[in-house]
């Protein structure tokens, strides 16, 4: 069944064609007229122009108002429907809404010239004085719709050519810290040193190949589906089950597990729906089969709760064992079926992470739909004042009430979807349920659903949303937001405000860039590779880009200041960061639980996926303590051990011995000894900071000053007897920090008589508290 064109899809359909063949009719300006050129002079491309000339001048002031898709003229079925900046693509879809009806005529003459200057009966009047320079921009672009762009010159806008990249060995470094947690080889990051971004490529294929890569996307993904906030304790995930669909959740013998067993349980439960998008990633399936999947995927030990063969498993022992398994139910009356597959939509955690009520009606769910997977804010859409007293006058407000169901016609018939799931048990399959007669009917966009597709509404919702061109750009968000900590721009309302053409420029090359990663995305074979997404993050400015190549103009540096690196690194990358470069982690004493991923997750900017859910981007004072602490403790921690390792085993002096001081007992210098502590800071620097400094480099003259005054200070405090010998107790070598197990007497490292230990202390203090440390 189909019911009249809705809101985006009605733009949405349309192919976005400016440059097309002349066609006859008059209404044209003068090529070159000032109209045709941007604000800074430079020629404009017809998009840039429909952009910068048209959408915010005139459309939005003088059109929009109207037809916006909750608009009089939407209500009036107006064939021009405007979509508001809050839907991803907004400007492709409004800018191919307005191309086709230039080329619609009334006597030879373009209909979006004669409706606006009250003509053909326009129910909005004259909108436009025909002598204004609105008007004489639509002309303009009426005559490119018709004749093609007259600008011949390639735009300047999207180019980084004034901006400095990092190189290949950076950016892989970067990326590996980012998504493995791992310093890259040695040997690859010399081979790009001659390779290039062709040899950075093979080596991104590689990293996206590692597991420790999976354990980061699934990060980035519980970021939006929360349901990590079921792993908060053993039995949570399974206590949401219900008994009569699944019994042997809350069968005897569940009781009689170990307590490590019921903690793998919780988590394969908890933890399904972020696994089967791991296993679709690392297999190379179609990023939409996260929506489409007839499967998920399971281990031995949620096999079993979800009545699934586990016979099927090769060790019913490995947790890491995921194979593809259906869900099966027990009805009422002990029947086992199948239960309704749609890839991350049908989870049972994902139904209650996002539950719904009697009254709700699986709102929040559709809401959460358009978020997740469509890049639309429902909400922002609907922003404006409402009248209570108006919708009074309704018997049915959310399908009556134009103020009402410009945003329930599309968020409904998406709720419709869930309608077979309970609205208490929220994992309960019930076919017997019934939609609310009152409320649109299930359907997505222009399609409804008939009643023979109701069993497998949310296989059918899932197709759809696969489809939808927007699901694309929500999965090119997601990684972008996740590689580079900023949320995508918002299109620059206001004209007049200070720097609109440099915002509106930044706008521009960023939609231009996510286009390119949603081609690259969906690929010519139409494989929705995510891997792509990744890469293409990774090699654009937006990751890469370091510093200007010379002083930036204001605007310039506006339209640049969301570009490159200076992201903040969540407590996850964070601790890993730590235990890549200095070898151990920063953790608790009694447990070994890491700090940033217990006590202090929250509190340097984290999520509980509970009731903490946005991470903190900016600092704050409590956030620089975590920093001062953790610098503090960790070099702490891992100075003496490092020393007390092997030299070939070191990971941060493979240069020099504790020994090997500045000078003698006598105070004459250590020629022998300099050049390697120099030596040393050089490749600290390398390591901690990923600088790669010359030796007569002023900061690493500041690191070796602030070595050489740490030690003469503190050995003139020794042999003044001010301060001990002794190491600090929490500093000392005394236990393997991976093990737990007592070195041996010939290991330990507890003295410092002569302070080295301690100034090195005081070097990998000042690196790790470092911004090039702390932020991406």
């Known amino acids: 069944m189909r019911r009249g064109p809705s809101l985006a899809f009605r733009a949405a359909v349309l192919t976005v064609a400016v440059q097309l063949a002349a066609c006859s009719g008059g209404d044209k300006t003068s090529a070159g007229d000032p109209v045709d050129l941007g604000q800074t002079g430079e020629c404009l491309s ?170 980061r996307l699934k990060e980035i993904y519980n970021d939006k589906l929360l349901t990590d906030r079921y792993t908060g304790y053993n039995g949570y995930a399974i206590n949401l089950l219900n008994e009569t669909s699944f019994p042997n959740a809350v069968d005897d013998t569940y009781d009689l597990i170990t307590e490590e067993d019921r903690a793998k349980i919780n988590r394969a439960v908890a933890r399904e729906p972020l696994e089967l998008i791991s296993y679709i990633v690392r297999n190379d399936r179609p990023f939409t089969e996260i929506l489409t999947a007839p499967y998920t995927v399971m281990n031995p030990f949620s096999a079993k709760m979800y009545n699934a063969d586990a016979a099927a498993f090769t060790d019913p022992a490995n947790e890491s064992e995921w194979r593809e398994a259906k869900i099966r139910y027990f009805d009422q009356d002990g029947g086992l079926y199948d239960y309704p597959t749609a890839g991350v939509l049908t989870s049972p955690m994902f139904l209650n992470r996002f539950e719904t009520t009697p009254t709700n009606r699986n709102r929040h769910r559709a809401r959460v739909v358009f978020d997740l997977f469509l890049a639309t804010d429902i909400l922002a859409i609907g922003d404006r004042p409402l009248d209570p007293v108006a919708s009074a006058r309704f018997a049915n407000p959310t399908r009556e009430d134009p103020s009402c169901n410009a945003c329930h016609k599309i968020i409904d018939p998406v709720a419709g979807a869930f309608q077979k799931f309970d609205d208490y048990d929220q994992e309960r399959y019930r076919p017997d349920r019934e939609w609310h007669a009152e409320m649109f009917p299930p359907g997505y966009g222009s399609d409804e659903m008939t009643l023979d597709e109701y069993p497998f509404a949310l296989s059918w919702l899932g197709e759809r949303i696969a489809k939808d061109p927007r699901f694309v750009r929500a999965v090119v968000q997601q990684v972008f937001t996740a590689l580079t900590g900023q949320k995508p721009l918002a299109y620059p309302a206001d004209p007049e405000a200070e720097g609109f053409a440099a915002l509106l420029k930044a706008w521009e090359a960023q939609d231009q860039f996510f286009r390119s990663a949603g081609e690259a995305f969906v690929g010519a074979d139409a494989s929705y590779n995510v891997k792509r997404v990744f890469k293409a993050v990774i090699l654009s400015p937006y990751f890469r880009a370091s510093n200007a190549v010379g002083p930036l103009s204001a605007d310039r540096a506006r339209e640049l200041s969301t570009v490159g690196t200076g992201l903040l690194e969540s407590p996850e990358v964070l601790s890993r960061k730590i235990s890549a470069v200095v070898g151990i982690p920063w953790s608790r004493g009694y447990d070994k639980n890491e700090w940033l991923l217990s006590d202090y997750e929250v509190l340097y900017g984290g999520i509980d996926s509970d009731t903490v859910v946005d991470r903190l981007r900016t600092p704050n004072g409590v956030m620089a303590s975590v920093q001062w602490r953790m610098a503090n403790e960790v070099a702490c921690a891992s100075t003496a051990w490092d020393f007390s390792r092997p030299t070939n085993e070191r990971n941060l002096f493979p240069f020099v011995g504790a020994a090997d001081v500045p000078e003698d007992d006598m105070g004459a210098p250590n020629a022998a000894a300099e050049p390697l502590i120099r030596q040393n800071l050089q490749y600290l620097h390398q390591r901690i900071l990923g600088e790669s400094l010359a030796t007569d480099s002023p900061e690493l003259e500041r690191t070796y000053q602030l070595f050489l005054q740490t030690w003469t200070e503190g050995r003139a405090a020794v042999k003044a007897k001010t301060e001990g010998d002794g190491l600090t107790y929490a500093c000392r070598a005394r236990v393997n920090p991976y093990t737990g197990v007592d070195l041996g007497e010939g290991e330990k490292l507890e003295k410092d008589e002569n302070y080295a230990i301690r100034a090195w202390s005081a070097v990998i203090t000042y690196l790790l508290s470092d911004y090039q440390f702390l932020y991406e």
């Open 46 to 215: 017809s998009q840039q122009f429909f952009a910068e000339k048209l959408w915010v001048p005139v459309l939005s002031k003088s059109c929009m108002k109207c037809h916006s898709p909750d608009g009089l003229a939407a209500q009036k079925n107006a064939d021009l429907i405007l979509l508001p900046t809050g839907y991803p693509g907004f400007m492709d879809n409004n800018l191919a809404m307005m191309s086709s009806l230039a080329r619609t005529e009334f006597d030879d003459r373009s209909v979006l010239l004669r409706k606006p200057i009250g003509e053909m009966n326009h129910g909005g009047a004259a909108v436009l004085k025909a002598d204004s320079a609105e008007y004489a921009a639509l002309q303009e672009f009426v005559r490119r719709v018709k004749e093609g762009d007259t600008c011949q010159v390639a735009p300047t806008a999207h180019t980084f050519e004034d901006v400095v990249l990092l190189d290949a060995a950076a950016t892989l470094r970067k990326a590996s810290l980012s998504l493995l947690g791992r310093l890259p080889p040695a040997e690859q990051l010399q081979s790009l040193q001659t390779g290039g971004d062709g040899a950075l490529s093979t080596a991104l294929d590689e990293l996206f190949a590692q597991d420790a890569f999976y354990v």
